[in-house]
């Protein structure tokens, strides 16, 4: 068959390629523990579920607006006033199927053939195939385990040409979990703003942050630079919500209005019963986002005081989401020469599936989610320590 120029650069997406491969071997009968995919193992809060069921009785089962009912518009924009103090009117925000859409939309609506886009790396992997998908160019500005995987101004700087539009932005970062200060992305957004880019922040895992940290959002300079900042966010991370595909943006008006049209002829509103799960999520108690947050950062201080003790190991301590990304070139050798071959032999091995840091921009590296019980997380780690150093 004849496909689409468009689909060149796209390849399938490898936390799910190894996911698939470890409930392949599930199926087997083998006990394999998947620390590939970044979900939380949590349940979708009582409340909420609560909601989509009455939802469902009551009949709120049709179309809805395209952009969202206004209670989620008004939910939304009452998120930004309680988590950041900043006003935000529900004409600046729109409903998505997920970060995902969220972000994609973004492209389709301000990218024309040959932009090039600033893609921090190790980055999350599906954001280049979305700007290869609306024909622009993903520039991926390499950050080192050496800088806690976080870049500079002059790094950014070195990677800017006359084409580029759109930094990206992704604190807590997925894969590396790497959360910039106040003022490391001050410096950033201000220099952004001088060269005349367009700013996307994904904040998806803004609630996902550590002590001392405090959730952080460009939501702060998007008052103030309404038309050259869109900040994208959504339930699936903080409000255990994967399945439900809420997600959101918040930009300026106009913006918004071509995301509305775009969505408006592609995929219409989101599901409506998830609208109302997700008015009971951002307008109810937050104290189960809270709960959810100090079960991961104790897996995280368990997981992370492993993996870098592992001689040959440079794992910074990530400040934020559910992900460790370890440096592990130190330790590639004949039989494991890179990061795909080491994930093979840790499935088969260990039993144990991460996901190659190929995926994400970085070869050097592989990421593991730690999106999983405590004991289960522990009892895997063990077992890749065996493989990798053999003790
Ligand atoms: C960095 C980042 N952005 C956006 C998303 C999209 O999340 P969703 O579409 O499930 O809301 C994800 C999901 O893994 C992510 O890791």
Avoid at 123 to 147: D, F, Q, R
Avoid at 334 to 360: H, I, N, Q, Y
Wanted: net charge neutral; with cysteine.
């Amino acid at each position: 068959m004849q496909f689409s120029d468009r689909l060149a650069n796209i390849k399938p997406s490898a936390t799910l390629t190894i996911n698939a491969k470890a409930l392949e071997l599930k199926a087997q009968g083998i006990d394999v523990t998947s620390l590939a995919v970044g979900e939380p193992n949590f349940s979708t809060p009582e409340h909420v579920r609560d909601a989509a069921k009455r939802a469902i009785d009551e009949g709120f089962t049709r179309y809805t607006a395209v952009p969202g009912i206004s209670a989620l518009r008004e939910a939304i924009a009452e998120y930004f006033r309680r988590s950041y103090g900043v006003e935000v009117t529900p004409d600046c925000t729109i409903a998505s199927n997920g970060g995902k859409q969220s972000l994609y939309n973004l492209f389709l609506a301000l990218l024309n053939p040959g932009d090039e886009v600033l893609v921090p790396a190790p980055y999350w992997v599906s954001y280049p195939a979305m700007i290869y998908l609306n024909e622009g160019v993903p520039v991926p500005v390499k950050a080192t385990a050496a800088a806690g995987f976080k870049l500079t101004v002059e790094q950014l700087e070195a990677a800017r040409t006359p084409k580029t539009k759109i930094l990206l932005f992704n604190s807590p970062s997925n894969p590396t979990g790497a959360l910039y200060s106040e003022e490391e992305r001050d410096a950033i957004v201000r220099w952004a703003l001088d060269r005349g880019l367009f700013i996307i922040a994904d904040e998806i895992y803004d609630q996902l942050v550590y002590d001392p940290h405090k959730p952080l959002s460009l939501v702060g300079w998007w008052k103030q630079y309404p038309d050259r900042i869109a900040i994208i966010n959504g339930l699936a991370k903080s409000f255990a919500m994967t399945g439900w595909r809420v997600g959101y943006t918040v930009a300026h008006p106009d913006l918004i209005k071509k995301l509305s049209q775009i969505t408006g002829q592609t995929t219409a509103n989101i599901c409506s019963i998830s609208q109302k799960a997700a008015v009971a999520a951002l307008t109810g108690p937050y104290d189960c986002v809270e709960s959810m947050r100090l079960a991961f950062q104790k897996r995280r201080d368990m997981a992370w005081q492993e993996l870098a003790s592992w001689p040959g190991v440079a794992c910074p301590k990530p400040e934020g989401a559910f992900y460790l990304f370890a440096d592990i070139s130190a330790l590639y050798n004949d039989a494991m020469p890179d990061a795909t071959a080491v994930c093979t032999r840790l499935l088969s091995e260990a039993k144990v599936a991460a996901v190659p840091g190929d995926a994400f921009g970085a070869p050097e590296g592989l990421r593991f989610s730690y999106a999983v019980a405590d004991d289960v997380l522990m009892d895997a780690l063990e077992r890749v320590r065996k493989v990798l150093i053999g003790k």
